[in-house]
């Protein structure tokens, strides 16, 4: 698992993807909160990581793209198959390794709060929520993609597909005020990604949420791991 | 050290392997030989854990591959048809992780440095992969199923795609490699798998149509006894010539090849030497001998006999002189030596006038 975690970040910075996300990723996290903090003198960072959900939405799915596709179509895949490492280690070695670029990112945007420490006094525990709550969503998304990834030899239809997958789980909720029933209503509302990452913005650190976000990302992991335990089935 | 028992894949409804046995015994090179979509790879992915079988067992060094997945997989060293290799990687780091993922406990330096030297990449070892020259990379491909020292090696088409001079090194690499390894190799070249291979196991459709030692399976067929004869004179008189010698079955003119003679093919009865006989009654009737040949079966002939349709052999051979002569043209006579291969190919141009 090790190797294959190390190789995968490698090759995130190898590549331009890593750059890619990182560079992109910053500049709009930057560019809001130089508009949102630094122009208009306000404290709270809950609003840049607002608008950063839908830049992580458009970003995960380059991160995650050719995780499971590019060894597929290289068939590198044979030499990780073949090799004695399980195929769980193969899976959960680059789920982590595309988590530390996010992980990369995040470190990096650490600067915004230290900024405001130094001109302020903001809410260190809504400060902390935000980005733990962030973190976990983040680490949901990069599961749809690496779920994703793992069903074509494709990485622009690997792409495409995480984003529209993504996109669909960031609206699912939009739905609800006109849903009559009120048990699909509420089991939409309760399975939304989005909505439970609004508590952590307010700086509450809620058990159900994390075990929700944590089960999640289970879910997709095992998901992927079936995907490619099947191939080599059928 | 290879059991194989009843393995079967099926997708859907295409049977692409149909109940295979076979075993491989410790120190022993097999050749894999059939036409492309036999089920040659689709075997060896079976052998090494890339998928599963329908059905049957694989049986490495006693341990199952569905039981024991991470012992067998220990004990392999593939490489297969494309070599997996990540272009982004130079060579060293790439065989530092394959190092890494083969979980080897050997000195990793050492061993690593031991490979390269092995298959000759060391001059390249800082080199991207991605610009590596086609018979390098088979060259690192072979180096990464060469790490950790595994007992089995199973090399899909390894010497496809490299020049006569890299073919050359690679053949006489595997057969050096065979000395302490267990190879199992697949090929479509036939005077590959006669040179290198002391058993060839022939499939197609997914059936083992063969299995002997290359040697063997040109004698099975080789009984009947038939020369290919050019002589020098008017075809009437010398056929008249031809019928009177005692023990021939037949005659067959096979038209003129040169100026002034014809080409006959000459069959004797069963465990009869005709050549002297005929000789003597040529000569005395003054017609010259340019040329005499056994038309014994060559390992390309048995190939097309056991795998094609009676029907379709005709078709095939026409077009196989036309590939094997192509496949000649590439390699240096130093190769086509080796198992007398440019006189088969006569045979063939021979035979496939026959008919």
């Given at each position: ?11 995130y910075?190898?590549s331009p993807i890593g750059y890619v996300f990182l560079g992109f990723f910053l500049l709009l996290s930057?560019?809001f ?16 990581f607002g608008n950063l959900t839908i830049v992580l939405m458009i970003v995960v799915p380059i991160l995650t793209m050719r995780l499971l596709s590019e060894?597929r179509k ?20 680059k789920y982590?390794a595309a988590l530390?670029v996010l992980?990369?990112a ?28 962030f973190f976990l969503m983040g680490a949901a998304f990069i599961s749809v993609g690496l779920f994703v990834s793992s069903l074509t030899e494709s990485q622009v239809t690997s792409a495409v597909a995480s984003f529209g997958t993504l996109l669909l789980l960031y609206v699912a909720d939009w739905i ?15 399975f939304s990604v989005l909505n439970?990452f ?15 976000y944590?089960?999640f990302i289970?879910v997709f992991v095992?998901l992927t791991?079936?995907v ?7 | ?355």
């Amino acid at each position: 698992m090790t190797a294959v975690f190390k190789r995968e970040l490698r090759a995130y910075f190898l590549s331009p993807i890593g750059y890619v996300f990182l560079g992109f990723f910053l500049l709009l996290s930057g560019y809001f909160f130089a508009a949102s903090n630094l122009l208009s003198g306000y404290a709270y960072i809950n609003g840049v990581f607002g608008n950063l959900t839908i830049v992580l939405m458009i970003v995960v799915p380059i991160l995650t793209m050719r995780l499971l596709s590019e060894e597929r179509k290289t068939k590198t895949d044979q030499l990780l198959l073949t090799s004695p490492v399980s195929l769980t280690g193969v899976v959960v070695g680059k789920y982590l390794a595309a988590l530390s670029v996010l992980i990369i990112a995040l470190l990096i945007t650490c600067i915004y709060p230290i900024i405001l420490f130094v001109f302020s006094k903001p809410a260190i525990g809504e400060i902390l929520g935000t980005y733990i709550g962030f973190f976990l969503m983040g680490a949901a998304f990069i599961s749809v993609g690496l779920f994703v990834s793992s069903l074509t030899e494709s990485q622009v239809t690997s792409a495409v597909a995480s984003f529209g997958t993504l996109l669909l789980l960031y609206v699912a909720d939009w739905i609800v005020p006109s849903i009559q029933n009120q048990t699909i209503a509420k089991a939409i509302e309760w399975f939304s990604v989005l909505n439970r990452f609004q508590d952590f913005t307010m700086g509450i650190l809620s058990l159900e949420h994390i075990v929700y976000y944590i089960s999640f990302i289970a879910v997709f992991v095992f998901l992927t791991i079936r995907v490619l335990e099947k191939r080599r089935w059928s | 050290m290879i059991e194989i028992q009843g393995l079967s894949k099926r997708y859907g409804n295409h049977v692409a392997l149909d109940n295979i046995s076979f075993t491989v015994d410790k120190g022993e090179i097999l050749g894999f030989l059939g036409p492309n979509g036999a089920g040659k790879s689709t075997t060896m992915n079976i052998i090494t854990g890339y998928i599963s079988s329908t059905e049957g067992s694989v049986k490495v060094d006693g341990y199952d591959i569905l039981e024991y997945p991470a012992e067998v997989k220990k004990r392999i060293g593939y490489l297969p048809e494309q070599p997996p290799l990540y272009m982004d990687m130079t060579v060293q780091e790439y065989l530092d992780f394959v190092y890494e993922i083969k979980k080897v406990k050997l000195n990793r330096k050492s061993h690593i440095d031991e490979v390269m030297d092995l298959v000759k990449i060391g001059d390249v070892r800082k080199r991207l992969i991605k610009n590596l020259s086609k018979g390098y990379k088979q060259r690192v491909g072979l180096a990464q199923a060469l790490i950790g020292n595994p007992e089995v090696l199973i090399l899909d088409e390894p010497t496809v795609g490299l020049d006569p001079k890299q073919i050359i090194e690679i053949r006489s690499l595997i057969t050096d490699l065979g000395k302490d390894h267990t190879i199992i190799l697949s090929s479509h070249i036939l005077p590959e798998v006669s040179a290198i291979c002391e058993r060839v196991i022939i499939i197609n459709k997914g059936r083992i149509v063969a299995i002997d030692t290359p040697e063997n399976l040109s004698r099975v067929l080789k009984n009947e006894n038939r020369l290919i004869v050019r002589i020098a004179g008017p075809q009437d008189q010398v056929l008249n010539t031809l019928r009177d010698i005692d023990g021939i079955n037949y005659v067959e003119p096979q038209g003129r090849k040169e100026p002034e003679t014809v080409d006959y093919i000459i069959e004797a009865e069963a465990d009869t030497d005709i050549r002297k006989p005929l000789f003597f009654a040529l000569s005395s009737k003054q017609y010259p001998i340019m040329m005499m040949k056994s038309m014994d079966l060559s390992l390309e002939e048995i190939f097309l006999q056991l795998t094609t349709d009676e029907s379709k052999t005709l078709e095939i051979s026409a077009q196989s002189e036309q590939g094997q002569n192509e496949d000649n043209a590439e390699q240096p006579d130093e190769i086509r030596t080796e198992g007398s291969n440019t006189e088969e190919q006569a045979n063939i141009e021979e035979g496939g006038q026959e008919e």
